[in-house]
C-alpha cells in the first residue's frame, strides 16, 4: 500500500465508505467500459489501476484531450495538480481510473497551473 493509502484510508473509513468494503468483496479493476466521457468525472474520486484511490478529477481541458487531476485529498500533504492525457483514463467498476499511472507515479509527476 502507498504511502498516499495509508494516509488516506483512516479518511475513507471515517466517513463511511470502507463500511462496504469490510463485509463485500472489492470491485472488480480489470475490464474498463468501452466509452469513457472525462467530463462526467470532474468531481469524483479517482483511482490508480490497482484500485487504490489516487485523488480526484479536477477538470478537463484542451477539448477534452486533457484531464487535470489533483493528487491526494484535503488531508494529504503535497497535494498538487497534475495534467494526464485523457486517454489514460478509463471507467471501471463505476470509478474514473488511471490505465497506466500509479499513486506513486502521480505523485512524482510535475505540478501544473
Known amino acids: 500500500m502507498t504511502t498516499f493509502a495509508h494516509k488516506t484510508a483512516a479518511l475513507v473509513f471515517a466517513t463511511g465508505l470502507g463500511a462496504a468494503a469490510l ?4 470491485p472488480a479493476f480489470a475490464q474498463p467500459a468501452a466509452e469513457f466521457d472525462p ?3 470532474v468531481g469524483h474520486w479517482l483511482y490508480d489501476s490497482n484500485g487504490e484511490l489516487v ?8 477539448g477534452g484531450r486533457t484531464v ?6 484535503y488531508l494529504t500533504p503535497g ?10 483514463l478509463a471507467e471501471v467498476a463505476g470509478h ?18
Open 23 to 26: 463485509g463485500a468483496a472489492a
Open 39 to 41: 467530463q462526467s468525472a
Open 55 to 62: 485523488g480526484s478529477v479536477y477538470a478537463v481541458a484542451d
Open 68 to 73: 487535470i487531476v489533483q493528487y491526494g485529498t
Open 79 to 88: 497535494r498538487h495538480l497534475v495534467a494526464v492525457p485523457s486517454a489514460d
Open 96 to 113: 474514473a481510473t488511471l490505465r497506466t499511472m500509479t499513486a506513486d507515479a502521480l505523485a512524482a509527476a510535475p505540478a501544473t497551473n
